[in-house]
């Protein structure tokens, strides 16, 4: 499966109907990104049942600013619904396996138990 563009416009509608979703925060001018735009294509190859996707930071400014994109090329990956993963930096091919292989071991249960967790402590008033 090749890597798909997103968009302010489809980026809720793929992240939310999709379990697994990985996500290159990438700019044309950016050198690191040309460089591991093709360690991603084949990645998507490699994982045709996930969801590879590719935000432009030019052109989706707004995306950009959303998940606060500081440094490109960012890898990010989202699972079902809920953002695991986040680094920038070209990942070199072993270790964009090695994070693929990590984030499909998640247990998403446990993932959400932690967010609730960690919420609840961080609440103002304690109530969570």
């Known amino acids: 499966m090749s890597t798909?563009?997103?968009t302010k416009e489809n980026f809720?509608?793929?992240v939310g109907d999709n379990d697994f979703?990985?996500?290159d925060f990438?700019?044309?001018w950016c050198g690191p990104c040309r460089q591991f735009a093709?360690?991603?294509e084949k990645a998507s190859e490699r994982h045709p049942d996930l969801v590879f996707a590719k935000v432009d930071t030019?052109?989706?400014t707004e995306l950009a600013a959303a998940f606060q994109i500081q440094s490109i090329p960012t890898l990010m990956i989202v699972r079902d619904n809920v953002a695991i993963f986040a680094q920038p930096g070209a990942l070199p091919e072993a270790v964009l396996e090695d994070v693929i292989g990590q984030a499909r071991k998640l247990d998403m249960d446990e993932v959400r138990r932690s967010i609730?967790?960690?919420e609840a402590q961080g609440s103002p008033d304690g109530q969570g």
Do not use: F, R
């Open 116 to 118: 609730k967790e960690a």
């Open 38 to 40: 093709p360690v991603y």
């Open 4 to 6: 798909m563009e997103l």
């Open 58 to 60: 030019e052109a989706q």
């Open 21 to 23: 979703v990985l996500i």
């Open 26 to 28: 990438w700019a044309e």
């Open 12 to 14: 809720d509608q793929v």
